[in-house]
Structure formats: structure tokens, C-alpha cells
């Protein structure tokens, strides 16, 4: 797989597909080539995608307000499957209840994600800070 290959899933006991299934599309039309692993995803779905297709991003969504319980450990993971380096990326609906989102960030930050993007953002905004992360034009 090439430079822009990236892994797109919703992780944890989350199903919802919608908003994955238009963040494959944009990312699609955008030259992107994703690896989709759909819903209900664990870290090792994710760890094993990466690995078998060589993806330079992996892109986490999560509606359910559970993403940082299962998101625990995801970094470390990482770095001992050898994906140290892979660009870590995460959005949704981050948190149960009404959260100061500076804090959110902070704790997926500090959980290893290099970006962290609210409800309602953009697939233009992921796109290209994917761009200028994988330093692609």
C-alpha cells in the first residue's frame, strides 16, 4: 500500500456507521486509500490493518461516549506491534456528558493521539490535516 493508505474504524462496543461511512467517502475522493474496518472494532482490528497494509494513519471514531476506556493502552500497543510512528487520530462524541473540550483533548493527548476532533467537524478539516501530517500536497 501506498503513502496515503489509512485505517478508518469505529472502535469499542460502538456501531455507528453513518459518519464512517461519509468520512470513507470524503477520505476516498481525496485520493486517500482506506482500509475500513467498520464497527465494533478493537485495538488489535486496528493493529493488525495497519500492519497488513503498511497504513501511515489510523483514524478512530467514536460516538457512544466510551472512547477513552477503549482507548487505554491503544498507544502502547502500538509501539510494541512496531507502529510507534503511525499517525494517531481520533473523533467523535468523546465523552458522556457536557465536557470542557480542552480537557478531552488533553486526555486523549496524553492517551497518544496526535489529533483530536469534536462532534460535527468537518471531513475537509480531517483531510487536510492528514495532508499536512503525511506532508502529502
Given at each position: 500500500?501506498?503513502?496515503?493508505?489509512?485505517?478508518?474504524?469505529?472502535?469499542g462496543?460502538?456501531?455507528?456507521?453513518?459518519?464512517?461511512?461519509?468520512?470513507?467517502?470524503?477520505?476516498?475522493?481525496a485520493?486517500?486509500?482506506?482500509?475500513?474496518?467498520?464497527?465494533?472494532?478493537?485495538?488489535?482490528d486496528?493493529?493488525k490493518?495497519?500492519?497488513?497494509?503498511?497504513?501511515?494513519?489510523?483514524?478512530?471514531?467514536?460516538?457512544?461516549?466510551?472512547?477513552?476506556?477503549?482507548?487505554?493502552?491503544?498507544?502502547?500497543?502500538?509501539?510494541?506491534?512496531?507502529?510507534?510512528?503511525?499517525?494517531?487520530?481520533?473523533?467523535?462524541?468523546?465523552?458522556?456528558?457536557?465536557?470542557?473540550?480542552?480537557?478531552?483533548?488533553?486526555?486523549?493527548?496524553?492517551?497518544?493521539?496526535?489529533?483530536?476532533?469534536?462532534?460535527?467537524?468537518?471531513?475537509?478539516?480531517?483531510?487536510?490535516?492528514?495532508?499536512?501530517?503525511?506532508?502529502?500536497?
Amino acid at each position: 500500500m501506498g503513502e496515503k493508505t489509512i485505517v478508518l474504524g469505529v472502535i469499542g462496543s460502538d456501531v455507528h456507521a453513518v459518519g464512517l461511512r461519509v468520512l470513507d467517502y470524503a477520505l476516498r475522493s481525496a485520493g486517500f486509500e482506506v482500509i475500513n474496518i467498520g464497527v465494533l472494532s478493537s485495538q488489535e482490528d486496528f493493529i493488525k490493518a495497519s500492519l497488513e497494509t503498511g497504513a501511515r494513519a489510523i483514524l478512530v471514531s467514536s460516538l457512544y461516549g466510551h472512547a477513552e476506556l477503549d482507548c487505554q493502552g491503544f498507544k502502547e500497543k502500538l509501539i510494541e506491534a512496531g507502529l510507534g510512528d503511525i499517525l494517531l487520530y481520533i473523533g467523535g462524541n468523546l465523552g458522556i456528558g457536557k465536557k470542557n473540550w480542552e480537557e478531552v483533548v488533553k486526555r486523549f493527548k496524553e492517551l497518544g493521539f496526535h489529533r483530536v476532533y469534536p462532534p460535527k467537524t468537518t471531513p475537509d478539516e480531517v483531510i487536510e490535516d492528514l495532508k499536512k501530517d503525511l506532508g502529502l500536497k
